[in-house]
């Protein structure tokens, strides 16, 4: 681990995390590389956002893309950086010496042109470890740019998602964030396999490979079956009841009977005894072959109720539900709220933002806690302070 002291004003709090002496420089942009070094920010690391003059072009992002510098760069530290030139140059190599991690997502050919890639990095940093999230790994591909989106029509996810005639994305950036948590994957076996002695290492993250790890789950069920697999708005399905209701006070409510238990269950509770009693609708398989005569009926008695009976009396049989929420409704569900799902995040300009927190508890507590949004240049400026005050 680095023994380099940290000037960051935001890890006071994390000394006692996992990757508490960790130093990471991380030179990335958008939602791949910098959601890599914000989860192990949140894990304790100091990680050190190297950003061209002028600033990371992802902090003036506008509309859906506003959240991605605040969102994934929180907890970190900021320099400023003329890597053309050689004052640049000698402050990336001095950071560089001091650093366990380097991250970067940018083309091969742009690293290389500033020396930066894995070859030369290994030969002058011997124990760094580079993580490299790139869009496509070795192959016919590697040479083109990649997007989320790109990808996930490529392998067959935006088919999955939408249908045949319309191809949709996931509503999210679901292969940008994962790569970033391969990153993080990578990096702790590298950390690991340091303590051996066997020095740095390569971690390489392909955009296209992530997603189709994403849709293994498809192609195998393809090759076990010889049947092509529809599109998840076609699928035939696969239980009785796993459908979205309308409720009396005119909300949405999915619920989804999949045992005998809650078969039994759901149908004496909800006065569905008619159901219960049919000799055709005996097994599970009986009772997915009768859907369409089924859920009409299900459907009529749940409307008769209001939302929270209806959650209340299904939470209490142990069957799973959920009502039709949007993301913001999350700010204020009970859950999130008590769990400790949330965190705070401050930015430059003294607005407060809650974050969801890292989905791990570490020995009985979340594994986040309230971070900064860096100003550009921060770490210069706490530097300047600190000899100032010196």
Same mark, same amino acid.
């Given at each position: 681990?680095?023994?380099?002291?940290?000037?960051?004003a935001?890890?006071s709090?994390?000394r006692?995390?996992?990757?508490?002496?960790?130093?990471?420089?991380?030179?990335?942009h958008?939602?791949?590389?910098?959601s890599c070094?914000?989860?192990?920010?949140?894990?304790?690391?100091?990680?050190?956002k190297?950003e061209?003059i002028g600033?990371?072009?992802?902090r003036?992002?506008?509309g859906m893309?506003?959240?991605?510098?605040?969102?994934?760069?929180?907890?970190?530290?900021?320099i400023? *950086? @003329?890597?053309?030139s050689?004052? =640049?140059?000698a +402050?990336?190599?001095?950071? &560089?010496?001091?650093?366990?991690? $380097? #991250?970067?997502?940018?083309k091969d050919?742009?690293?290389?042109?500033?020396?930066?890639?894995?070859?030369?990095?290994?030969?002058?940093?011997p124990d760094l470890i580079?993580?490299?999230?790139k869009g496509f790994?070795?192959?016919?591909?590697?040479?083109?740019?990649?997007?989320?989106?790109?990808?996930?029509?490529?392998t067959?996810?935006?088919?999955?998602?939408g249908?045949?005639?319309?191809?949709?994305?996931?509503?999210a950036?679901?292969?940008?964030i994962?790569?970033?948590?391969?990153?993080?994957?990578?990096i702790?076996?590298?950390? *690991? @396999?340091?303590?051996?002695?066997? =020095?740095?290492? +390569?971690v390489?993250?392909? &955009?296209?490979?992530?997603?189709? $790890? #994403?849709?293994?789950q498809?192609?195998?069920?393809?090759q076990?079956?010889?049947?092509?697999v529809?599109?998840?708005?076609?699928?035939?399905?696969?239980w009785?009841?796993y459908?979205?209701?309308?409720?009396?006070d005119?909300?949405?409510?999915?619920?989804?009977?999949?045992?005998?238990t809650?078969?039994?269950?759901?149908?004496?509770?909800?006065?569905?005894?008619?159901?219960?009693?049919?000799?055709?609708?005996?097994t599970?398989?009986?009772r997915?072959?009768?859907?369409?005569?089924?859920?009409p009926?299900?459907?009529?008695?749940?409307?008769?109720?209001?939302?929270?009976?209806?959650?209340? +009396?299904l939470?209490?049989?142990?069957?799973?539900?959920?009502?039709?929420?949007?993301?913001?409704?999350?700010?204020?569900?009970?859950?999130?709220?008590?769990?400790g799902?949330?965190?705070?995040?401050?930015?430059?300009?003294?607005?407060?933002?809650?974050?969801p927190?890292?989905?791990?508890e570490?020995?009985g507590r979340?594994m986040?806690?309230d971070?900064?949004?860096?100003?550009?240049?921060?770490?210069?400026?706490?530097?300047?302070?600190?000899?100032?005050?010196?």
């Amino acid at each position: 681990m680095s023994t380099a002291g940290s000037t960051s004003a935001f890890k006071s709090g994390a000394r006692d995390l996992p990757l508490s002496g960790v130093r990471v420089v991380e030179m990335s942009h958008m939602v791949m590389g910098p959601s890599c070094g914000m989860v192990l920010s949140q894990l304790g690391a100091d990680v050190i956002k190297v950003e061209p003059i002028g600033g990371d072009k992802t902090r003036h992002l506008k509309g859906m893309g506003i959240s991605f510098f605040p969102l994934f760069s929180r907890g970190k530290e900021s320099i400023e *950086l @003329d890597t053309s030139s050689v004052s =640049g140059q000698a +402050e990336l190599d001095r950071l &560089l010496s001091s650093a366990d991690v $380097f #991250i970067e997502n940018f083309k091969d050919g742009t690293v290389a042109t500033l020396g930066l890639d894995a070859a030369t990095l290994r030969s002058r940093y011997p124990d760094l470890i580079i993580c490299s999230h790139k869009g496509f790994l070795s192959g016919p591909y590697e040479h083109r740019p990649a997007l989320d989106e790109v990808v996930q029509m490529m392998t067959g996810l935006a088919y999955m998602t939408g249908s045949r005639e319309r191809p949709l994305r996931a509503g999210a950036s679901v292969n940008d964030i994962m790569g970033g948590l391969f990153g993080v994957i990578g990096i702790l076996a590298a950390l *690991l @396999d340091r303590r051996s002695g066997k =020095g740095g290492a +390569e971690v390489r993250v392909g &955009l296209f490979e992530n997603c189709l $790890f #994403i849709v293994a789950q498809h192609l195998v069920q393809y090759q076990l079956t010889g049947v092509p697999v529809p599109p998840m708005s076609e699928r035939m399905h696969a239980w009785p009841v796993y459908d979205i209701f309308e409720t009396a006070d005119h909300e949405r409510l999915f619920v989804a009977v999949t045992t005998d238990t809650s078969w039994t269950a759901f149908c004496k509770t909800f006065d569905l005894e008619e159901l219960l009693l049919d000799p055709g609708l005996q097994t599970v398989s009986e009772r997915i072959a009768a859907r369409e005569r089924t859920i009409p009926v299900i459907a009529a008695q749940l409307r008769t109720k209001p939302l929270s009976s209806l959650e209340a +009396e299904l939470d209490a049989l142990s069957i799973p539900f959920a009502r039709i929420s949007a993301p913001e409704d999350m700010l204020n569900d009970p859950h999130v709220l008590r769990s400790g799902g949330l965190v705070s995040a401050e930015l430059p300009d003294g607005t407060v933002v809650r974050i969801p927190s890292l989905p791990i508890e570490f020995n009985g507590r979340a594994m986040s806690h309230d971070t900064a949004v860096p100003a550009l240049g921060s770490r210069d400026n706490a530097q300047s302070m600190g000899a100032a005050l010196g």
